[in-house]
């Protein structure tokens, strides 16, 4: 620098110098970020996530003084969890999909009484503790294929994946109140001979919904309903259709009656009604004909014809003792008389996949769902049988029999079988039939809760349905909510 000229201002000269090393300090200035910025992300991880090996005293985990783990929980004490998946819904449906029951029901019975003796202490003074000590979350206690009765997460999971939708759960809930409004003083529903079949449907309805005798709003309904059964079953020395000989109705009677019982051991584990279940369901074993059907008064012989059973009958039969497998009693004779009524089943099977009322040539539309229905309940495969009763079913229904409340071909004892059939076989079946049937059953309620008479003309078991009130009432009612529970009551499973 020349002595003689003026010196620059020191801002001046710092200017210059920084342009002259402008690459330096760019380069410096990009190294300094990134240092910064890797230095924040250790700092971060340091601070909010845990080491992968540490000890109490903060040094490595070493096999010195580690105690065992402690031994997984029984099955018995093994609560399922489900996390539902998206999509989500809203409050209103989760406060109506939650069942009602809090815990399993809880007695202060210490001992399974005689069979002879009235088991009006199932309800005694009221509810007290479980022999046992054994009463933890229903889930508990319920096979796969029920699991999501046990409400919350499981059953709103279930509703999602299946297609259910708020309105329908909204009518089952209003039936279920309907049915408490109409129940009589003694714990039973319907009149005179048919009290059986009506309480029995009723607490099907109840138990579908994952309803027990503690449950806040429904319980009480649920306790008279089983006293009136064990202290009648046990008068009739078991027969659950209250007589004390089967006659035409009576085996439906006994059959429906069963089932519910079932249903309520394998859901409570309450033992008092072992006995009476067991016997009820010796009946069923019992009255299965060589062919593997049940009929009439369980007849095993019918002068005239082919076979002496029918397959509407056989239906009921075939549920009851599926639901007796459910129980894990192992009861005597059950498995066997499921394998029968299988082969008993294809017996009657017709050339275009539906099922005949007493033989393949004796074609019944309205039977095509309980052959389908009975036949996946045991063997849980969809079989050549099954899928072409499925197609029968969906063919026939699509041209000649609409899912039409007051269409003058609706059928609601049909469209029970059919609504569980195409759910246990799923795919482009249930995807239909639940466009179908959902909506329409739903939007068919009374505003009492109830089911109102239909138009159609009354055929066989399915007179009740133009019956204006009384059995009637009860019949449509059961039908239809044991038929909007279906996306959780029961799904298919392997046996």
Not at 74 to 99: C, K, M
Request: aromatic share 10%; net charge negative.
């Amino acid at each position: 620098m020349d002595p003689s000229e003026p010196k620059k201002p020191l801002r001046a000269r710092i200017a210059e110098r920084l342009v002259a090393s402008r690459f330096f300090t760019f380069s410096a200035l990009i190294h300094m970020v990134i240092l910064f910025l890797v230095g924040s992300v250790v700092l971060f991880k340091h601070y909010t996530e845990a080491p992968d090996f540490t000890a109490p005293a903060g040094g490595l985990v070493t096999n010195e003084g580690l105690e065992e783990a402690p031994p997984e929980q029984p099955p018995e004490a093994t609560q399922r969890t489900f996390q539902p998946t998206a999509p989500q819904i809203d409050a209103s449906t989760l406060s109506v999909i939650s069942t009602t029951s809090l815990s399993m029901p809880a007695f202060h019975a210490t001992a399974v009484p005689s069979f002879n003796a009235p088991l009006a202490d199932l309800v005694n003074d009221g509810l007290a503790v479980m022999p046992r000590g054994a009463a933890r979350g229903m889930s508990g206690y319920l096979p796969a294929t029920m699991a999501a009765r046990a409400g919350g997460a499981a059953r709103t999971q279930a509703m999602i994946i299946n297609g259910g939708r708020w309105e329908s759960e909204d009518a089952v809930v209003r039936g279920l109140r309907w049915l408490v409004k109409v129940q009589k003083s003694d714990g039973s529903w319907g009149g005179g001979r048919e009290k059986g079949a009506m309480t029995g449907f009723a607490l099907l309805s109840f138990l579908g919904h994952g309803e027990t005798p503690v449950s806040p709003e429904f319980g009480a309904a649920i306790q008279k309903a089983l006293v009136w059964m064990a202290e009648n079953g046990a008068k009739f020395e078991g027969r659950l259709s209250m007589q004390m000989e089967f006659d035409k109705p009576g085996v439906y009677a006994h059959a429906i009656a069963t089932y519910a019982l079932g249903e309520y051991y394998t859901m409570t584990k309450d033992e008092r009604v072992v006995d009476l279940l067991t016997r009820a369901v010796g009946y069923i074993v019992d009255g299965q004909a060589p062919d593997g059907s049940w009929a009439y008064g369980y007849a095993k012989i019918r002068p005239g014809y082919e076979s002496p059973g029918d397959t509407s009958i056989s239906g009921w039969q075939i549920q009851a003792l599926k639901a007796a497998h459910l129980t894990g009693l192992n009861i005597p004779g059950v498995d066997q008389a499921l394998d029968n009524a299988m082969v008993d089943l294809k017996r009657v099977q017709c050339p275009n996949g539906g099922f005949g009322y007493k033989g393949p040539n004796d074609n019944r539309f309205s039977l095509t769902g309980v052959g389908v229905l009975c036949t996946y309940l045991w063997t849980q495969k969809k079989d050549k049988s099954v899928m072409d009763g499925i197609d029968c079913l969906m063919a026939g229904t699509e041209k000649e029999y609409p899912v039409l409340y007051q269409g003058e071909n609706a059928d609601l004892y049909a469209w029970y079988y059919d609504t569980q059939a195409c759910l246990m076989v799923g795919g482009e079946a249930w995807r239909k039939w639940n466009g179908m049937f959902q909506a329409e059953i739903a939007h068919a309620q009374a505003p009492d809760g109830s089911w109102p008479p239909m138009r159609s003309r009354p055929v066989a078991v399915g007179a009740y349905q133009t019956e204006p009130g009384g059995d009637g009432a009860l019949y449509r009612t059961n039908l239809c909510i044991l038929m909007l529970e279906v996306y959780y009551r029961y799904l298919p499973t392997v046996r």
